[in-house]
């Protein structure tokens, strides 16, 4: 295949060579577009010299009838700009066309187009970014990353670049199988459940979200509609192929989900439902009574994945969660087993950086026919393009 790599100016710019060298070792043709502040970080020579091919950095270099930002965007299967600094992602978002890599941009169609986000974590958390990123998700922009970890500017948080062998591994499977799941519905359930105490008061967890959302953008990548229940959480969707039903306690997640399962081809529940509510909810905030402690009283929430299990027609794909402390692999596979599951994704709260709130995971996914496929810690991305890739393979 053909590729395009963008580089614009942040430090990250250091690993392109080394992108292009995979992509190049992986039998593509390469050729790099670079902004003039990229080239303070990374040579031409350098570039040029890894791509085998002349360097894209100058809008008017050539003869006047060339316009090489065209010519270059009809020989490019798929541009990838890595590292994307706020700026050109920025830039993307406004159709702002003043340097040859944002004039390339706007000339390429944005579903061709796959951005690894590289800045400073306040950058990066800054509303202008997410929702220039947004939108540019809305036009099939895909993204991978940033991840977390130490950066730059000697501080430490979400902003590294992807690994180049993540975003290579990435091309290939854009490149590969642009829609397997294209015609599907498929359920994800994520975040946290709220039940209530009172009118201030609840019962929650630390689920941010991440690991669901994660798998419904790399389902919707994967070319599925997906249906996403999510409990309480700040994150965002663009996806055009994905449709999120927000709720807050487990009893409406429940309604949700079995609402929506009979008409999908699988679920996938990562969600951290609560298992007990609070037996009465006061309309009104609960007063101190006096010294006296409070007893509440607790009753069981219903089990949406086991309720599934009990649902699922011949050709359906059920995946669960397993979020364990102890007997991890154990546990899991009994629930594999009780809950009538094709797969269970077993995460621990031992493994450091894996689980609730974090960027990244760790897990183990255990299948019904006894096959377990275990992953070091990675992005919650990229964990998620790998239980879609064995999803994916369940369907053949
Ligand atoms: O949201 P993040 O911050 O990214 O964190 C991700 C995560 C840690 C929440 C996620 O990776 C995870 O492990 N989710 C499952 C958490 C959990 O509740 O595990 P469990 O072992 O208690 O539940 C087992 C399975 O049954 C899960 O698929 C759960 O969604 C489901 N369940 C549980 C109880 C219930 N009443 N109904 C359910 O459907």
């Known amino acids: 295949m053909r590729i395009i790599v963008g580089i614009t100016g942040g430090i990250a710019a250091y690993k392109a060579p080394e992108l292009v060298r995979l992509l190049v070792k992986a039998g593509h043709e390469v050729r790099c577009a670079a902004t003039p502040h990229a080239l303070e970080f990374v040579t031409r020579t350098t570039l040029e010299t890894v791509s085998a091919n002349p360097l894209y950095c100058d809008l008017f270099r050539g003869n006047a009838t060339e316009t090489e930002h065209i010519s270059l ?3 490019g299967e798929m541009l990838v700009i890595a590292p994307a600094t706020a700026n050109i992602i920025g830039k993307m978002a406004s159709g702002i066309a003043d340097e040859p890599l944002s004039t390339l941009l706007l000339a390429m169609p944005p579903q061709r187009v796959l951005m690894a986000p590289a800045m400073n974590s306040q950058m990066w958390a800054h509303p202008a970014v ?3 990123l947004a939108t540019l998700r809305t036009w099939g922009v895909r993204t991978i990353g940033p991840d977390d970890g130490d950066l730059a500017c000697g501080s430490s948080g ?4 992807a690994q180049p062998e993540a975003i290579a591994r990435q091309v290939a499977s854009l490149l590969q199988q642009p829609h397997p799941l294209q015609g599907e519905r498929w359920l994800v359930t994520a975040g946290p459940t709220y039940e209530r105490i009172d009118s201030v008061r609840f019962i ?3 689920s941010s979200g991440k690991m669901g959302f994660a798998l419904a953008e790399a389902l919707a990548e994967a070319g599925a509609d997906v249906e996403l229940v999510a409990g309480p959480s700040a994150l965002r969707t663009a996806h055009p192929r994905i449709h999120r039903t927000d709720v807050e306690s487990a ?3 429940y309604t949700a989900a079995t609402e929506a399962f009979p008409a999908c081809r699988g679920a996938i529940l990562s969600a951290a439902v609560a298992d007990y509510r609070p037996e009465t909810c006061a ?3 609960l007063k101190k009574q006096g010294d006296q402690g409070l007893t509440l009283s607790l009753v069981q929430n219903p089990d949406i ?4 299990g009990t649902m699922k027609q011949a050709g359906q794909v059920l995946v669960g969660f397993a979020l364990e402390t102890d007997n991890e692999l154990q546990n899991a596979e009994s629930k594999l087993h009780r809950k009538n599951l094709d797969y269970i994704v077993m995460n621990s709260l031992r493994d450091t950086s894996a689980g609730f709130g974090v960027d990244t995971n760790k897990v183990t996914l255990l299948a ?12 919650k991305q990229e964990v998620a393009r790998i239980i879609v890739e064995t999803v994916t393979r369940h369907k053949e």
Do not use: E, I, V
């Open 73 to 75: 965007k009809d020989w």
């Open 130 to 132: 997410q929702r220039n």
């Open 158 to 161: 979400t902003g590294r670049m």
């Open 204 to 206: 929650g967890n630390y």
């Open 251 to 253: 009893r409406q997640m």
């Open 283 to 285: 309309d009104h905030k």
């Open 305 to 308: 994945l086991a309720t599934l």
């Open 368 to 379: 019904a026919d006894g096959q377990r496929t275990a992953t070091p810690l990675l992005s």
